[in-house]
């Protein structure tokens, strides 16, 4: 895997790579490009040649007679910008008139796996950090063969020759569109090795695009997965146990049957536990139906949680030590250190559910010895997998169509795909007809799948310079990758995801020591936009922040002499936020206050300062100044975005009715009524995005922009008020 620090002039392929070419019916060109992530064993010579590969009919690019090209983005696109920016690195290597480029959204196949990942997935901010190499040498390769095709037909060099946008040129005159050289360019050998760009030759990428997608949005002409229909389909909703895990004892669905529209109504099992299906010819009828059905449901056998329970047992927890996640330097330091130079804070987060604007669903049709399936997945290959599974097929019988989705925030990247085994149980009992599985919100919100909860337990101790001189920081909470697939990624028995942004903390903080408790608890939890971050960033900033006014040092001077010397991208942010903030930080008005946080995480670093006032007993951010190191952006425009949309998704850790509770079993919450999320009002009123001049490999934006808002707020409204706040969401300021 590729280094944030490696320079993009000498980024070199250390994958094996695999290119395969074809003509189209229609006489265009499809380019295919396969990463090999297989590593040669120690001492061994590497293998030779690529493994054999099942293509689908179509590849990355498509070159079409009437001159459009077709480049498949082998991402999920929910928001993000991927749509867009994955096809600016093909088309600026390539060469492609932008005005002719159209995305389309991949299908599930081997080809489109994430090069670093291995899986078809978005997440972990790796879309444009594990695609740009390979983005740009399918489009670096496309265009060589369009020269070699060129040199041919007129019998020169392939030197003389040179390309404008969808262009090729050559001596005397001559000129060939890429179309018209297509069906050529589809029977020349796939080069080796091509040069690219230098960064200064780039026409698209780095230049402010407007996303591809936006007219279709605003217009309502595009179509989401939500939205996907055909002759014929059915519509489904399950009704679930309302405790986590239980079972179906009985039900009556008498009265149900009765109403217009009702096909069907079946047990069918869940994962780790079962549910009620209701088929109908419309969504309303089903889930009328649904809530008529008279369900005794068993829960002897599963634990009924309760959020003040579960809170009072990591409180005792935090106080012994864990699981070693990170020792350096002697433990006993701190204990040594008088009480008067130490700070003991407890802090405390609440579940969180994802809710994105578009309920979950999944559309299958089984038609017995294969199956279509049209889901808006942020992990197409487990859900394929998943699919094929429930039905009794191989993966490769079942067609996965890429839907564009309404927000997911990492609840569409569920490793036991439970929603798409839903949908395939039901489609299996009503084969040839396809069938449309619908959650609504109410079943996300109380249907599991949470950012976890957790408790903190920090002690630091100071030396005289103001400085932390010993660090033990406790962290319980659930572990998202036990019993899962990516339990792989556990060391001694730690999920890093618990402590990430604790361990890997660009602070030198000596004599530093942190340990895990990981419960189980009968809660099902998820990834939520930025992982472990969400709350570990919390914790750091705010606790950095009260540190250096204890110091009676300015916090941003404070920040950048606890940084460690190769903290260089945190360094390049710090000094951009200071700079771009400077001016309306020196005028605070009456009543504001500014707050800082600064953070790096998928190899992002960002620094951020808000301008914050009390309104109602509630903050109203102002301002809010961010600057992010994200190597190369492709997209300045679409980076924008992200951290405008991103911060305000990162004030929803502070929302007075942003928690999951939960009593006797029940998820307390079912909409955005009692689960609420930031309106307009609650977001900053100006948010500016500053972006540190880099030619490193990119990184991702999609998770950075959330940790840093929230503790910058925090740290605001703590000079406002002199109350430290240590328990998330603000119920009152």
Not at 391 to 396: A, V, W
Not at 401 to 419: I, L, N
Not at 686 to 710: M, N, Y
Request: some cysteine; proline content about 7%; glycine content about 8%.
């Amino acid at each position: 895997m590729t280094t944030a620090t490696k320079r993009i002039k000498d980024y070199k392929i250390t994958r094996r790579s695999f290119l395969r070419a074809s003509a189209t019916s229609a006489g265009g060109l499809l380019v295919s490009l396969y990463f090999d992530r297989t590593k040669a064993q120690e001492g061994a010579s590497a293998p030779q040649g690529p493994p054999k590969i099942n293509y689908p009919p179509d590849g990355f690019v498509e070159i079409r007679p009437d001159g459009k090209i077709v480049i498949q983005v082998n991402r999920l696109e929910f928001g993000q910008g991927v749509h867009t920016a994955l096809p600016m690195v093909l088309a600026d290597e390539m060469d492609a008139d932008w005005a002719n480029v159209t995305p389309q959204l991949a299908p599930a196949a081997d080809i489109y796996k994430d090069p670093v990942f291995g899986i078809q997935m978005v997440g972990g901010s790796g879309s444009i950090a594990h695609s740009f190499q390979q983005y740009r040498e399918l489009g670096a390769k496309t265009r060589a063969m369009l020269i070699s095709a060129a040199a041919k037909n007129w019998n020169v060099g392939a030197e003389t020759l040179r390309t404008e946008p969808s262009v090729v040129l050559g001596p005397d005159g001559k000129r060939a569109t890429y179309a018209e050289l297509a069906k050529g360019a589809s029977a020349i050998p796939v080069p080796a090795n091509v040069r690219l760009k230098n960064p200064s030759e780039f026409r698209y990428i780095g230049k402010r695009t407007p996303r591809l997608d936006s007219r279709a949005k605003c217009d309502g002409s595009i179509k989401f997965g939500l939205d996907f229909d055909r002759p014929g389909m059915l519509t489904a909703v399950v009704a679930h146990p309302p405790v986590f895990g239980a079972k179906v004892k009985s039900f009556n669905d008498d009265e149900a049957k009765r109403l217009e529209g009702v096909r069907q109504i079946f047990e069918i099992p869940l994962p780790r536990r079962s549910g009620i299906a209701i088929v109908a010819d419309k969504f309303w009828t089903a889930k009328r139906a649904r809530d008529l059905l008279k369900i005794d449901w068993d829960t002897t056998a599963v634990a009924k949680e309760d959020s003040t329970a579960i809170r009072a047992k990591y409180r005792e927890l935090a106080g012994a030590k864990g699981l070693s996640a990170l020792a350096l330097g002697d433990e006993a330091t701190i204990d040594k250190i008088a009480a008067a130079n130490r700070i003991v804070a407890d802090f405390d987060f609440p579940y969180l559910a994802h809710a994105p604007m578009e309920p979950l669903n999944t559309t299958i049709r089984f038609d017995g010895d294969r199956a279509e399936a049209w889901a808006g997945s942020q992990f197409q290959t487990f859900d394929q997998m998943a699919i094929a599974q429930t039905l009794g097929i191989k993966p490769d019988k079942v067609t996965f169509h890429t839907e564009m989705a309404g927000g997911g925030f990492g609840r569409r990247a569920v490793p036991d795909s439970h929603v798409q085994r839903e949908a395939a149980e039901i489609a299996k009992k009503l084969q040839g007809t396809t069938i449309k599985l619908v959650w609504t919100r109410e079943d996300d919100i109380r249907g599991g799948f949470y950012r976890p909860m957790f408790f903190h337990r920090v002690e630091v101790g100071l030396g005289a310079d103001g400085l932390p001189a010993a660090w033990r920081h406790v962290v319980v909470g659930q572990s998202i990758m036990e019993g899962t697939p990516f339990a792989a990624f556990m060391k001694d028995g730690i999920d890093p995801t618990v402590a990430e942004g604790i361990t890997d903390t660009h602070y030198n903080l000596p004599n530093f020591h942190v340990s895990i408790h990981q419960p189980k608890v009968n809660v099902p939890v998820l990834w939520w936009r930025s992982v472990g971050n969400t709350h570990t960033a919390y914790v750091m900033e705010t606790l950095i922040e009260e540190l250096a006014e204890r110091a009676k040092m300015d916090p941003i001077a404070y920040r950048r002499k606890l940084l460690k010397p190769d903290a260089k991208k945190l360094r390049a942010a710090l000094d951009l936020v200071e700079t771009k903030s400077a001016t309306w930080r020196q005028r605070l008005p009456k009543g504001h206050a500014a707050g800082y946080a600064l953070h790096e995480c998928f190899d992002t670093a960002v620094a951020c300062a808000v301008d914050v006032s009390i309104v109602n007993k509630r903050p109203k951010v102002n301002r809010a100044t961010i600057a992010v190191h994200c190597g190369l952006a492709v997209n300045p425009l679409t980076i924008e975005s992200q951290f405008q949309a991103g911060s305000g998704f990162g004030l929803s850790q502070l929302m007075a009715k942003g928690a999951i509770t939960i009593k006797d079993g029940h998820i307390e919450q079912r909409n955005f009524h009692d689960y609420v999320p930031p309106y307009i009002m609650d977001t900053p009123v100006a948010v500016d995005v500053h972006i540190v001049p880099s030619t490193e490999a990119p990184t991702g934006c999609g998770e950075p922009p959330v940790p840093v808002i929230s503790p910058a707020v925090a740290n605001a409204l703590s000079k406002l008020t002199g109350k430290r706040y240590r328990t998330l969401p603000l119920t009152e300021i």
